[in-house]
């Protein structure tokens, strides 16, 4: 994405040390079940989700590939953004990742209220089990 469009669009991202310091302040103020939904509803390129997905699974020993399967969700409006951010959490997983959480679209203005999430991406369990962190 270029930088003309970035700065229309008010697109910045998040420096890893930053991401860092989030994910610890997150995952050492909570007591880490395993059951918890992580959001990003901006993902970018996905650093948060993918330090959080490495981190969670450090923390409850479930296979990264599960981490996402499961317990990652993410949005954003760009397709791009979304593709990479795959492209990035299949990178840290050995194994392949079956099924990505991920809906492409204004997360502030999605339509969560919709009975079925079908083909979005985004699975009904975000809204009706776990806890969301």
Known sequence: MNAKIKKENGIVFTPEWVVDFMVEEIFNSQKIRGDEKILD?????G???????QKF?????????????ENIYFADISEEYIEKTK???QKISENKI????AITDDFCFHDFNKKSHAGSGVSPELFSSGKLL
Request: hydrophobic content about 40%.
């Open 41 to 45: 509803a901006g993902c970018g390129e």
């Open 47 to 53: 650093v948060f989700v993918t330090i959080a997905a």
């Open 57 to 69: 699974s450090k923390i409850t020993g479930k296979k990264i590939e599960n981490v996402v399967e």
């Open 87 to 89: 492209q990035n959490l």
């Open 98 to 101: 079956k099924k990505f959480n």
